[in-house]
């Protein structure tokens, strides 16, 4: 961080105007200057401009701009610290004595004939339009008026003008600053490129006009000494200004000059936290084997690199000097993926603990699922968070092709776009937010969220599951910064509009921020239907569903199967059904509920009190009303092999899942898949809070906040008529068969492989500058 104290004397200020000046150039002359100013703590950078500070606060969430040291804004009028936003006393309680308040300039000023108050953010100035006819016949007028109240007029282009305090312009304000910091004159280097900045080159300040600037600055600076006139645009015209005036050594400056690229050879880079195998050790030698998850994502992923397709798959592994070298590249099937590479980035236990285990599921995960009240964020870890995603982002880069397509998976991935554009900006880049998004008011308790929402922005394609999640991903960038909406679509007949808590009519495509265009889309992930038939074709599974139907012969079977963890609505499923028992004693003996609730991670200590109170919940209900032939709750704390998943969902009549929250579900769309396969008709009660809800149409929905209605679904599932249930069970088939895992992969990267790509320049034309 830089030292911003007045004590610390840098070798460089450098005092820039922004849009057409320090966010314009050539992407090498911007990504140049960019690691010039990072890598010099000596050099302190100001923004200067007209803006508002609101309308600055987007560049500060930018992470491929350095952060400024300090920011004069609203013409000179606004002068805070670059970090904490705070007022740069006693320049701005100066400025603050010499300003009447808004409200009295614009009671003065509103009334006059042609003039149009500006609609932006700004304060200790008011801002008008006017033609260049009216605004001359009126002129005098208008100075007269702020005269009375001793304020300044500054005029631009003829048709813009500002009240502001008196003796009050960029210029001057930072010649104040300079002053407070104790910089001399010939230690000072401001850059503009219209004849808004002239304040700054009469102030006796070293200066560039840089390329491409207005005619009127050049001809009004042309005879000052002390001003350069350069050629290159942007900040190549300020890296011109630094060698004129020998304001830093040549060498240093060659240091910080971006390293020629040494480009991968991977067209598509997978960045996933898993990798595409499994690693276990084995007589102290660590050996792989294709993954046991039920997970099919991995598969489909990989399913890309078939065909000869060069490719990367990035995830971290443990580096443990226990386990031996440390190998940073391994095959993953040479004979079914000759051509695809597993990058390992090499994580310490501590940073996986920190980064994973700790901070996204005690941090990221509880305000995603909007319980923002159980997030607990610390500093340190975010830190760790940091360094993670860095690494990633640069094995990512050292992987990739020229122009090939990077696809990051997941929030624990997102900061590596921020990295990855200022490393590579030559790449495209999509990601896939496999948990859910919240609205606004929830994902605003993160303290880092300019941060990440400025990294997401770096991404030419961001992927959800639903509608409702890209939406609140779009609310989120609406209160951070000012957007446009480039297009947006009908999200039925696709999905669910109104008949779940989830759906929606319309949903965003694509989003402008500055110059960057990002698109959006809803890709609700499928489920593995090859796996899945194929476990059900196996004689040992079909052995286990005829068990398990005798076993619950002449009762109703409800499954529910989930992880251990407070968002899946576990505990209230319990009390639901106890309730259900209490008011409906005929049913003791006919319907059994068999929970299985894989438990958390030892070192997951956030999950045991829930554990607790669930088994507590298991023992009660089970006290109270067990018979001796019968036991209401079967309860199983343990995971269970695919295969035998798989018999339970082709054995169950009813699949009861009640999250609070959900991404998604993919537990719902495998239960479907089973009895579609067997030609079986189970009933699906699923939370109108899971993603899945808003395009599992035929599904009996409930309300998991609501135990009445917990009850009520569960009841309409046990009492359904056949030809009902056989109905829905073809509606759901259908939806699931058609969207299958395989179609959300190839559907994402087709939307992906549609955008454009790469760095664009930094225009962030909000209000002239």
């Not at 830089?2 to 057409?20: E, H, M, Q, V, Y």
């Not at 045991?608 to 019968?630: C, P, S």
Request: glycine share 8%; charged share 25%; net charge negative.
């Amino acid at each position: 961080m830089t030292d911003t104290s007045p004590l610390a004397t840098p070798r460089l200020l450098l005092a820039t105007d922004l849009d057409g000046t320090f966010l314009a150039g050539s992407a090498e002359h911007r990504q140049h200057l960019y690691r010039l100013v990072d890598r010099h703590p000596e050099i302190q950078l100001v923004f200067v401009t007209g803006r508002g500070l609101e309308a600055v606060m987007p560049l500060l969430s930018d992470p491929t701009l350095p952060r400024p040291d300090y920011v004069i804004c609203d013409v000179g009028a606004t002068v805070v610290d670059g970090r904490s936003l705070q007022p740069v006393h006693p320049l701005q309680g100066e400025i603050d004595a010499r300003w009447p308040g808004e409200l009295a300039v614009a009671d003065l000023i509103d009334d006059f004939a042609g003039l149009v108050r500006q609609d932006v953010p700004q304060e200790r100035r008011c801002s008008y339009f006017c033609d260049p006819e009216t605004l001359a016949g009126i002129r005098t007028d208008i100075e007269a008026a702020a005269g009375t109240l001793g304020c300044s007029v500054l005029y631009s282009a003829d048709r813009y003008l500002d009240i502001l305090p008196p003796d009050t312009d960029k210029g001057r304000t930072l010649v104040a600053l300079a002053a407070h910091l104790g910089i001399p004159h010939e230690r000072v280097l401001v850059a503009g490129d219209t004849l808004n900045d002239l304040s700054m080159f009469t102030a006796g300040f070293q200066g560039v006009v840089v390329g491409d600037s207005e005619k009127a600055l050049a001809s009004a600076t042309r005879s000052l000494a002390n001003v350069l006139h350069a050629r290159d645009a942007g900040c190549g015209g300020i890296l011109q200004a630094i060698r004129h005036f020998k304001l830093l050594p040549e060498e240093e400056l060659r240091l910080a000059t971006p390293a020629s690229r040494n480009f991968g050879p991977s067209e598509l880079v997978m960045v996933y936290h898993r990798l595409p195998y499994e690693e276990y050790l084995e007589d102290g030698e660590l050996k792989r084997r294709q993954p046991r998850s039920p997970n099919g994502i991995i598969p489909s992923l990989l399913g890309f690199f078939a065909g000869g397709r060069k490719g990367s798959w990035v995830a971290w592994s443990i580096d443990d000097p226990k386990r031996g070298p440390f190998e940073t590249h391994t095959t993953v099937d040479p004979e079914r993926y000759p051509h695809l590479t597993a990058a390992r980035v090499p994580l310490t236990k501590g940073e996986v603990d920190a980064f994973y285990k700790r901070f996204s599921k005690e941090a990221f995960w509880p305000m995603l699922h909007t319980f923002w009240e159980r997030a607990r964020f610390r500093e340190a870890d975010w830190k760790t968070f940091l360094k993670v995603n860095r690494k990633f982002a640069e094995a990512t880069a050292s992987e990739s092709a020229h122009g090939a397509t990077v696809w990051l998976h997941d929030y624990n991935l997102w900061m590596v776009p921020a990295f990855l554009r200022e490393l590579r900006p030559d790449l495209k880049i999509a990601f896939f937010h496999h948990t859910y998004f919240p609205s606004a008011d929830v994902f605003n308790v993160v303290p880092w969220r300019r941060e990440i929402l400025g990294s997401l922005l770096q991404c030419d394609y961001i992927g959800f599951h639903i509608p409702r999640q890209v939406e609140n991903f779009v609310d989120v960038v609406r209160g951070a910064m000012p957007f446009e909406t480039i297009s947006r679509e009908g999200c039925a007949p696709r999905f669910l509009t109104y008949g779940c808590a989830v759906g929606l009519d319309r949903m965003t495509t694509a989003i402008r921020v500055g110059d960057r265009q990002v698109a959006l889309g809803a890709h609700p992930v499928g489920t593995d239907m090859q796996r899945i038939r194929g476990m059900l074709a196996r004689g040992e599974v079909r052995d286990r569903i005829e068990h398990i139907r005798m076993e619950f012969h002449g009762q109703k079977l409800v499954l529910s199967i989930e992880r251990l963890d407070y968002t899946k609505g576990t505990l209230e499923k319990l009390l639901a059904f106890e309730r259900l028992l209490e008011q409906r004693p005929e049913l003791r003996g006919s319907v059994t509920l068999l929970m299985v609730c894989v438990p958390a991670a030892a070192e997951m200590t956030i999950y045991r009190q829930l554990q607790t109170q669930i088994e507590q919940a298991v023992g009660r209900i089970n006290g109270r009303h067990a018979r001796l032939n019968w036991t209401p709750v079967r309860f199983f704390a343990r995971g269970l092999p695919f295969d035998q998943v798989v018999a339970h969902y082709a054995a169950a009549d009813v699949m009861w899942i009640t999250p609070l929250r959900d991404g998604l579900n993919l537990v719902s769309k495998e239960f479907i898949a089973a009895h579609g396969i067997e030609g079986s008709a189970g009933v699906l009660v699923l939370s109108e809070f899971a993603g899945a809800a808003a395009e599992l149409k035929g599904a009996v929905l409930t309300n998991p906040h609501d135990t009445a209605d917990l009850m009520i679904g569960l009841e309409q599932a046990l009492a359904m008529p056949v030809e009902e249930a056989e109905a829905r069970q073809r509606q759901l088939f259908d939806i699931v068969e058609r969207y299958d895992v395989e179609r959300w992969g190839r559907d994402f990267l087709q939307a992906v492989e549609a955008t454009g790509s790469g760095l664009r320049g930094h225009v962030y034309e909000l209000e002239r500058d």
